[in-house]
């Protein structure tokens, strides 16, 4: 099975498989654009942090990023940015919430000119995996190549185990 950190100690949070306090998601296609948002936007709080403390706040990081609709997000001016920073319910990380509001701005130009996110990368699923994954890591801001495997596997997507792809870093 590939996960998104090769640990070796295994146990439980709320019913989810952990590796030393990483929650390992399962893989899901995402049904729509604002969903493919919001996992990028869950990788990018993840990158850096504790990811129990990101998923526990993650129903109040949903509801002040008013639900990750693309483009409402997209439409974010600095006062909204100042919004999230002073919401005690956010991670308030200003480069991070930066990230999300500009890579919202980009899922929506990419809808648009391919009809959705979900065939944008079907537009370039037959490149290399190392292809695909720096087109991601290069395009969307706070990712890097580790938060492009992660957000790759996370929808569902294919990508080599952890130990072959970090030959490839």
Known sequence: ???????????????????????????????????????????????????????????EIRKAFDEFRVEKVAGYTESDVMRLLDDKRMIRHRKKIEAIISNATLVRAIANQFGSFKEYLKSFRDEPYHRRRDRIALSFRNLGKTGAFCFLYTINEEVPKWEERLSEL
């Open 1 to 59: 099975m590939n996960i998104c950190w090769y640990l070796i100690n295994t146990h439980s949070y709320q019913g989810k498989k952990m590796h030393f306090g990483y929650i390992i998601p399962k893989p899901k296609t995402p049904d729509n654009d604002h969903e493919y948002l919001e996992v990028l936007a869950k990788n990018i709080f993840r990158m850096g942090f504790n990811w129990i403390v990101v998923e526990e706040r993650w129903p």
